[in-house]
């Protein structure tokens, strides 16, 4: 059942694109973001995504570095998306995604990947990845213990912190994940390219939430 949920639930997490700047500069410029954090144990190393998200004329998020965070909302419940892409080669690259319930500054969430008819925060890791592919062939990595702390939050940016273990489809093989800073513009769901196969929205969630069920 693990072995190909995240094809799935990236597949369907997909949102609308109404108008966010292209590779061509039309469009209202994003702000820009960064997302950096630092991983030991099956595998290791660290994480430095910094810049503006941009589109490309398919409608996809330009390959190259960069940080955001995204509204969202599934009707009852009102969500932040965040994800960073950091590139590796000219096709992949690691990428990191996380989704939670909409939190005032101060708040602390436990990061879980059970939690099943509730609205959890999420995480992954996912190493090796194309976005641009219809079905995933990554490394995934999601978050069964941690927290994020919201620093910061306004209407244009949010901030925070975040540490936890992330473990395998197989729940195998483990990474430590420390040192979790993001401070990123906050854009409206209207605003985030649909292009890509991998963007955290509301269906991943449901997703997430089926995963143990």
């Known amino acids: 059942m693990k072995t190909g949920f995240l094809a799935a639930a990236l597949a369907a997490a997909t949102v ?3 108008g966010c700047k292209d590779s061509t500069g039309n469009d209202d410029e994003i702000a820009s973001g960064s997302l950096a954090f630092s991983y030991t144990g099956v595998r290791s190393g660290s994480f430095a995504a ?23 909302s599934d009707g009852a419940q009102n969500f932040v998306g ?15 995604l996380f989704l939670f319930p909409s939190a005032a500054a101060g708040t602390t969430l436990n990061l ?3 939690c099943p008819g ?30 994020i702390h919201i620093t910061a939050v306004s209407a244009s940016r949010i901030s925070g912190t975040f540490s936890g273990t992330a473990l395998d489809f197989e729940g195998t093989r483990a990474i430590e994940v420390t040192g979790g800073t993001f401070d990123v513009p906050l854009l409206a769901e209207s605003d985030f390219p649909s292009g890509n196969r ?6 991943f969630q449901q997703l997430m939430r089926q995963r143990k069920q």
């Open 118 to 147: 509730t609205a959890c925060p999420i995480g992954i890791i996912a190493f090796d990845t194309d976005p641009d592919l219809p079905e995933d062939e990554s490394d995934p990595f999601f978050f069964t213990t941690g927290t």
């Open 16 to 18: 609308a694109m109404a």
């Open 112 to 114: 879980t990947d059970n």
């Open 50 to 72: 910094n810049g503006a998200l941009e589109k490309t004329n398919a409608g996809a998020f330009v390959k190259k570095s960069f940080a955001t965070a995204v509204k969202l």
């Open 82 to 96: 965040v994800v960073a892409y950091l590139p590796v080669t000219a096709t992949t690259g690691t990428e990191a």
């Open 198 to 203: 991998s963007a955290p929205t509301a269906p």
